[in-house]
């Protein structure tokens, strides 16, 4: 097995950083094809680094960072990758053989086969608009009459004779008016109109029927016969 030579250099404001074979042990730094076997890096933080076809043979990734790393075609032979993070490293090409997976995080892993490895994503707890999405449905209101009146009918000797219909409503997009059984005519929500009575000494009724969006409301009558 090749020696493997490792320096300790202290930076500014007392930052370590260790070096093997001049790779720098830290998060995205590229030293790919190089012996890193045997070294102890225990905990180290190897997140976006690349290590692409690294001689890691025996060596110590227990509790390492190696998340979103490179390790493809690298050398994994009684490697220590206990408790070690995987999340989403790639391990294509890679040599797999007697290493200490135990307690490692893979998730989003690839494979070294080229296949994603989930075994330890966790199952989300976040709810997507189409998860959720629902149509409120607001009940319409009802549409009421609240003023209803009728003026009297003066036949003096005609066989027919005017009544003045006038009304306001609630909730209303228009209104049906009807005298006895004759077809309805329409209006507006609210206003006046003039409907034709017979003149027969009968009372005759005039219904007035609000209606909305939502159908017809509770509809009002009232009677009128000749003075």
């Given at each position: 097995m090749a020696t493997v030579v490792a320096?300790?250099?202290?930076?500014?404001?007392?930052?370590?950083?260790?070096?093997?074979?001049?790779?720098?042990?830290?998060?995205?730094?590229?030293?790919?094809?190089?012996?890193?076997?045997?070294?102890?890096?225990?905990?180290?933080?190897?997140?976006?680094?690349g290590r692409s076809?690294?001689?890691?043979?025996?060596?110590?990734?227990?509790?390492a960072n190696l998340s979103e790393a490179d390790l493809t075609d690298?050398?994994?032979v009684n490697t220590n990758l206990e408790d070690a993070d995987l999340t989403s490293a790639n391990l294509t090409g890679a040599t797999i053989t007697d290493t200490d997976l135990d307690g490692a995080t893979l998730c989003g892993t690839t494979r070294t086969d080229g296949t994603t490895d989930d075994t330890d994503c966790q199952a989300s707890t976040d709810t997507t608009a189409t998860d959720t999405d629902s149509t409120e449905t607001t009940e319409a209101a009802e549409a009421t009459v609240t003023s209803f009146d009728l003026s009297e009918l003066d036949c003096g000797s005609a066989m027919t004779g005017p009544v003045t219909v006038t009304w306001e409503t609630e909730n209303a997009t228009a209104v049906e008016i009807a005298v006895d059984t004759a077809s309805p005519t329409s209006g507006g929500p609210s206003g006046s109109t003039t409907v034709v009575v017979a003149c027969d000494g009968n009372p005759h009724a005039i219904t007035i029927t609000p209606r909305s969006d939502s159908g017809a409301g509770v509809p009002d009558t009232k009677e009128v016969s000749a003075s």
């Open positions: 320096i300790l250099l202290v930076g500014c404001g007392g930052s370590d950083t260790q070096t093997v074979n001049g790779c720098d042990i830290e998060s995205g730094t590229q030293c790919a094809n190089i012996d890193l076997s045997g070294a102890d890096l225990e905990g180290a933080d190897l997140s976006r680094a076809g690294t001689n890691l043979e025996g060596t110590n990734l227990s509790g690298a050398k994994l």
